[in-house]
């Protein structure tokens, strides 16, 4: 299997390509934060309920999720489908920013996820055709820094922008961006193409898209669309129905999306599992805190992106902590423990009230992103350290799709339980929900608690960390 190019790239075309990419990844992980801290601003602007704005960023996750186009990279070639995907994120993003309710909104937020998926996946692709082995860890570790940096000042770029002018600019500021992008990709990004590429399994990726969307319109019917029972059963037995028929289907296709004999990896199956559940808590709480401190307790859109900095500061901060903590413990015990520590951190914060003193609020988001940060950092490793060369591409894209999957079910299932406690709940309104969240916080705790049993069947003597994981990777 080889691959076609026009002609050998110079080291300077290199590290353009690698600024591209690098850029492609920051825009793409901006936009997958960038927007929580300004839903309150967008539900005031479009007439609708703060609470009720989860739309937006499930929209966004969940097509992140299920776009694939690794295979059309294959087809057409790199440069090509990256610059498209430039062109599809930019042009999402000025229609995000035109938008005039709120099912517009999301609808062109499923735009600009297609445009980001591909950002993200076709731009990781295109570094590891062009460059050689021994360069490939430190370019991809370039490339990864923008897009480490993006979620962590995305809720507070966001804020600041909605208070010196308005949430548009979160999307307006990817145009520019864009433009110039689509001009350094043309002159600059080397063209790959693969000509044994593969049929591509559409009947493995429609029964596993169909399967993921109907599980989370199925979530967030349940308390925000106002789904009839018959729907909601109807939308449950689908997506139990596509789940399964995809596992009959990849037994007896030749060359499945992706092949059931990745699970038979211990390692890898075990840390699947675990980051999807644990994913729910992560996501459902980035979407609650800058909901929780802008609707309840009186903080504007650029205070609340503020308070999330000790999250991301303590984040960064104990990366390498956990790796000793491995080697010392093992994977068991240290997933065990923390993820217990993770969903006590998460429950928590139903104890936050208006009148905690600041500093106390600052440690107790401090030592979530601590624990956070160790948690991904430890499951990612598990979940990739045993895939080997023949299995990384396919693990690696099944990996990246459960991650995305997560994170959107984990702001779906955070909007349907506090719409649902602010119904039961007596003198709780779309105002005065502190006791909604509060109960919200209690549940999402408990599921990522619940998450260390799976942990717990890990083999005790895995320990050490056979594969040095890919910087991209890591959250």
């Known amino acids: 299997?080889?691959?076609?190019?026009?002609?050998?790239?110079?080291?300077?075309?290199?590290?353009?390509?690698?600024?591209i990419v690098a850029a492609g990844f920051f825009m793409q992980t901006l936009d997958s934060t960038i927007v929580n801290t300004a839903l309150p601003a967008m539900a005031r602007n479009l007439g609708e309920a703060p609470l009720r704005m989860q739309g937006v960023v499930i929209g966004y996750s969940l097509t992140m999720a299920i776009t694939v186009s690794g295979w059309l990279a294959d087809k057409l070639g790199t440069k090509r489908v990256f610059m498209s995907a430039i062109l599809i994120f930019t042009i999402g993003s000025l229609?995000?920013?035109?938008?005039?309710?709120?099912?517009?909104?999301?609808?062109?937020?499923?735009?600009?996820?297609?445009?980001?998926?591909?950002?993200?996946?076709?731009?990781?692709?295109?570094?590891?055709?062009?460059?050689?082995?021994?360069?490939?860890?430190?370019?991809?570790?370039?490339?990864?820094?923008?897009?480490?940096?993006?979620?962590?000042?995305?809720?507070?770029?966001g804020g600041w922008l909605v208070q010196i002018a308005s949430w548009h600019w979160i999307f307006l500021i990817n145009v520019p961006v864009g433009i110039a992008g689509c001009i350094a990709t043309h002159l600059y990004m080397p063209d790959n193409q693969n000509p044994a590429t593969a049929r591509f399994d559409l009947a493995g990726y429609l029964l596993l898209a169909v399967g993921m969307v109907a599980l989370?319109?199925?979530?967030?019917?349940?308390?925000?669309?106002?789904?009839?029972?018959?729907?909601?059963?109807?939308?449950?037995?689908?997506?139990?129905?596509?789940?399964?028929?995809?596992?009959?289907?990849?037994?007896?296709?030749?060359?499945?999306?992706f092949s059931l004999d990745l699970f038979k990896i211990h390692t890898f199956s075990v840390g699947l599992l675990g980051n999807l559940f644990a994913h729910i808590g992560s996501g459902a709480m980035l979407y609650l805190i800058p909901l929780l401190l802008q609707v309840n307790l009186g903080y504007t859109a650029f205070q609340a992106g503020m308070m999330m900095l000790p999250v991301a500061a303590a984040g960064m901060a104990s990366k390498r902590l956990v790796t000793r903590l491995i080697e010392k413990h093992g994977y068991r015990r240290v997933l065990v423990v923390n993820t217990v520590l993770v969903g006590l951190m998460m429950a928590s914060f139903g104890l936050m009230t208006a009148d905690q003193p600041l500093w106390l609020r600052l440690v107790q988001l401090a030592i979530f992103g601590s624990v956070n940060s160790m948690q991904f950092t430890a499951m990612n490793t598990l979940t990739l350290k045993d895939l080997g060369i023949g299995g990384a591409s396919s693990g690696n894209s099944l990996f990246s799709l459960v991650q995305m999957l997560s994170m959107s079910l984990g702001v779906t299932v955070a909007g349907a339980i506090l719409s649902t406690f602010t119904g039961i709940l007596p003198r709780v309104t779309e105002t005065n929900s502190l006791p909604a969240f509060h109960a919200t916080f209690l549940c999402v705790g408990i599921i990522t608690a619940a998450t260390a049993w799976i942990f717990g069947q890990l083999a005790p003597e895995v320990r050490s960390v056979k594969r040095k994981p890919d910087p991209s990777e890591a959250n």
Request: proline share 6%; glycine share 8%; aromatic share 6%.
């Open 216 to 257: 989370t319109i199925l979530l967030d019917g349940l308390a925000d669309l106002g789904l009839q029972h018959a729907i909601v059963i109807v939308l449950l037995v689908l997506s139990f129905g596509c789940f399964v028929a995809y596992g009959l289907h990849a037994t007896r296709a030749a060359q499945p999306i």
């Open 1 to 19: 299997m080889t691959d076609t190019a026009a002609a050998a790239p110079t080291d300077r075309s290199l590290s353009i390509m690698l600024w």
């Open 95 to 157: 229609l995000c920013a035109k938008a005039q309710s709120l099912p517009a909104l999301v609808a062109f937020r499923v735009v600009q996820g297609i445009g980001g998926a591909m950002l993200l996946l076709v731009g990781r692709l295109a570094v590891l055709r062009v460059f050689p082995a021994k360069r490939y860890l430190s370019a991809l570790a370039f490339v990864a820094i923008p897009g480490l940096i993006g979620p962590l000042i995305g809720p507070t770029l």
